[in-house]
């Protein structure tokens, strides 16, 4: 079982940036895929960001050029840094790892971009 904590939302302008972090309660370094999604107020959960063991990394194409994922083994924690941050992006953002044992979710963390 893999427990994860997420961190750093917040209300941020338009333009602004965050960076969220999850935390795991164990090392995640054999762990397949870590990811962020994202659910707004009406809508369904989406992929935002992915990135494999091996470092590999997918992006949706809403936040390609201004989201970053990576992790960090040393610190089992996953980062999302957000860039030039839209209205649009406002939304709870989940941190997920999908790994041999099963797919498991942090309680998620508010994002906030006012205009």
């Known amino acids: 079982q893999v427990h994860l904590v997420e961190s750093g939302g917040g209300l941020v302008q338009a333009g602004g940036s965050l960076r969220l972090s999850c935390a795991a309660a164990?090392?995640?370094?054999?762990?397949?895929?870590m990811g962020w999604y994202r659910q707004a107020p009406g809508k369904q959960r989406e992929l935002v960001a992915r990135?494999?063991?091996?470092?590999?990394?997918y992006y949706a194409d809403s936040v390609t050029g201004r989201f970053t994922i990576s992790r960090d083994n040393a610190k089992n924690t996953v980062y999302l840094q957000m860039n030039s941050l839209k209205p649009e992006d406002t939304a709870v953002y989940y941190c997920?790892?999908?790994?041999?044992?099963?797919?498991?979710w942090g309680q998620g963390t508010q994002v906030t971009v006012s205009s």
């Open positions: 990135i494999t063991s091996g470092g590999s990394t």
């Open positions: 997920n790892a999908d790994s041999a044992s099963g797919s498991y």
């Open positions: 164990r090392s995640i370094f054999s762990i397949n895929r």
